[in-house]
Each structure stands twice: as C-alpha cells, then as structure tokens.
C-alpha cells in the first residue's frame, strides 16, 4: 500500500492565490520530509529539506517566503505556495525516509497550475 | 554536488529485448539509488546499492556500481511494454537528500 499520501492531485488556481499542498507520512514517522518540483520533461529539483519541530532548509534558490513548508507532526508536512503567479505552475513533489541510508517513499505529486 | 547523469536521454526499444541505462555522479557517495517515474506521477524505489557492493538485483534488474569511475548502469532484462517509463538515478553523500539525474525516458514497443 501506499507509503506516502500526498493532496491535491491537482488544483488550478488564480494569480495571486495561495494553495497548500499535504504530504502525509502513512507507515512510519518521518522526522525529515523533501518537497521537489518537476517541470515538464526535467528531473526534480530538491527545494527543500522540512524538518519535524523546526524550520526547513531551503536549497539554494528557493524562495522561504514563497514556499512556506511547515512541518508541524511526524507524519504531516504542508508546503503553501504563496501569491502564486503562473511561474510557479509545475509537478510538486514530496517524499520521506525512514531513516538515512534507505530510499525515499515519494507521494503521487501535485499537478499546480496557476491561471 | 551529488548529481546524477542519466544517458541516454531516450530510449526506444522492442519488447523481449534488454535496456541498459547509465549514470555518472560527481563526488563520493554512500549509495546510489535508482527510481521509475510514471507520466505524471510520483517516483517509484526500483534499488538501492551501497558504495561498498558492485552489482544487485531484484528481479528483471540489474545495478551495477563502479566507484572508481563514479558511474552505475541499470539493466532490464526481457523488457514489456509496461517498462515504459522514465528512470532516473540518484547519488546520496553525506546527508540524506538525493539529488536526481535528468532521467533517462525508456519506450518499450510492443
């Protein structure tokens, strides 16, 4: 079954707008979580490491004010894109692991479109 | 960086037949990983292998790891049409990200 629950699958929404993507850890307790975007036909782009109790590391790049992740229980974390522009219209993903050394459990991604 | 380079890009070959797909990385890691991307969807682990182990397998698959060159390869042996997908490789250093190679996009004709 599915190791990691991510919602929505899609969501188009208007310029300006905040949307909020959830990834839920289903199996284990994940202390750490990975938030990567994926434009059409590229790999993923790490843009964050969310950490459980404290703030995440943004790679470099990434913009903290814009892409909000707060990591606030071992199995939830949320990354809200903030005044979205259509820029910001990609394949977000995230993931977890149980411990280092072993592989990542991704979610099915969120498809953000932003009109 | 950890990078991975995936090669080839793309990919197209008949069913029943064998894919190779290569991957070179930049600095020492602790494991290499491999994952299948379906269109539009999330990653899918295929294996994991450790910097210490040469070959591994599960299945139709096949790692190889060769540190003194950083480079890995991922065989799939008898290859059907539902194959067809991207793969990517990731190398994991000292941390616990993984940074991802662009992927090579494998197509399996009936």
């Known amino acids: 079954g599915a190791v990691v629950s991510q919602h929505p699958s899609r969501v188009i929404c208007k310029s300006g707008t905040s949307v909020k993507i959830e990834c839920r850890s289903l199996d284990f307790q994940a202390t750490t979580m990975f938030w990567y975007r994926q434009f059409p036909k590229q790999s993923l782009m790490l843009m964050a490491t969310?950490?459980?109790?404290?703030?995440?590391?943004?790679e470099q790049g990434v913009e903290k004010d814009k892409f909000l992740i707060n990591h606030a229980s071992l199995t939830l974390s949320t990354l809200t894109v903030t005044s979205a522009h259509p820029e910001d219209s990609s394949f977000y993903i995230c993931?977890?692991?149980?411990?280092?050394?072993?592989?990542?459990?991704f979610g099915n991604g969120t498809r953000l479109t932003v009109t | 960086s950890q990078q991975g380079e995936e090669d080839p890009q793309a990919l197209s070959i008949q069913e029943g037949e064998n894919a190779t797909m290569n991957c070179s990385y930049k600095t020492s890691i602790n494991n290499l990983q491999w994952y299948r991307q379906n269109s539009g969807r999330g990653l899918v682990h295929l294996i994991l292998?450790?910097?210490?182990?040469r070959e591994k397998h599960s299945g139709r698959l096949r790692v190889t790891l060769d540190t003194s060159k950083k480079s890995s390869s991922l065989l799939i042996t008898a290859s059907r049409a539902a194959d067809t997908a991207s793969y990517f490789c990731a190398a994991q250093g000292g941390s616990e990200k993984l940074v991802f190679g662009k992927g090579t996009k494998l197509t399996v004709n009936p």
């Open positions: 969310s950490n459980e109790g404290s703030k995440a590391t943004y």
């Open positions: 292998i450790r910097s210490n182990e």
């Open positions: 993931s977890v692991t149980s411990s280092y050394n072993s592989p990542l459990h």
